[in-house]
């Protein structure tokens, strides 16, 4: 830690509490203490003050922890202990981590956990524009039409804004394979019920260069030398600024 200090926010994300954005809200109701006062937003750790969140300790995290996890579905993608169905409870990690954006509670697949703050917000930020893929089955025939549609860009009122346009490919009648570079809440649910298509199980099997692979349902493994070295390749020249949308 450098003279200057750390934000607070950064240092509870280095430290693999939670992401820069959960640590604001936990700033912000009064969790976060530094030695003995409590923290406001914007402070800034310096080498001989202590952290506390809930009353424990926290030390920033110097081994770099990254994991692919298999989410089942059912499990919430937070570190928020007040979730009984939280994906740090779940997945019972023996270090401090978090997850890497979202994947909704009805979904499974590939989610990333770390302990790296700047990792989280250099690949989850939209303006960066790094690609996720899913694997989608719906409740009926899936048309030509309806994949030129998704293709496109899909008007979503609820959320004031139309999709960007996106990679689709049809797999099997009602089953189709869908590369987003956004996370808007819920998409592709959405995306699907404005054309009267309902999800019947929705698959996250890559992100960027990390996939889900022939990982078993509701198991982790540490992503691989080669992955991170590549992952970090990618992320080079993204903004860190904290995520502002998750998907």
């Known amino acids: 830690m450098d003279e200057a200090g750390i934000r607070i926010n950064k240092y509870l994300s280095e430290s693999g509490v939670c992401s820069r954005r959960e640590a604001d809200r936990m700033i912000e109701a009064g969790r976060v203490k530094i030695d003995k006062r409590t923290a406001v937003m914007g402070d800034r750790v310096f080498a001989a003050q ?4 809930d009353g424990k300790e926290v030390r920033c995290e110097e081994e770099r922890i990254l994991l692919a996890l298999y989410k089942p579905r059912g499990i919430v993608c937070t570190a928020e202990k007040r979730e009984p169905d939280n994906v740090v409870d779940y997945l019972g990690y023996p270090r401090r981590v978090y997850p890497v954006g979202r994947l909704d509670k009805d979904s499974e697949g590939l989610l990333l956990m770390t302990n790296q703050g700047d990792i989280v917000n250099k690949m989850m930020r939209a303006g960066n524009r790094h690609e996720k893929e899913y694997l989608v089955t719906v409740n009926r025939t899936v048309t030509d039409f309806f994949l030129r549609g998704l293709a496109g860009g899909v008007p979503l009122a609820e ?3 139309t999709t960007r346009r996106c990679k689709v490919q049809k797999v099997s009648s009602r089953q189709f394979r869908i590369i987003l570079t956004q996370g ?3 998409q592709i649910r959405r995306m ?3 054309f ?3 999800v019947e199980k929705l698959v996250r099997v890559r992100i960027m260069n990390i996939e889900l692979g022939d990982l078993e349902y509701g198991a982790y493994r540490p992503v691989t030398e080669d992955e991170y070295r590549t992952l970090q390749r990618l992320i080079q020249r993204s903004s860190n600024l904290p995520v502002r949308s998750r998907s």
């Open 50 to 53: 202590k952290v506390y969140f």
């Open 159 to 161: 959320l004031g804004v």
């Open 184 to 186: 808007l809440n819920r």
């Open 192 to 194: 699907c019920a404005y």
């Open 196 to 198: 009267g298509y309902r």
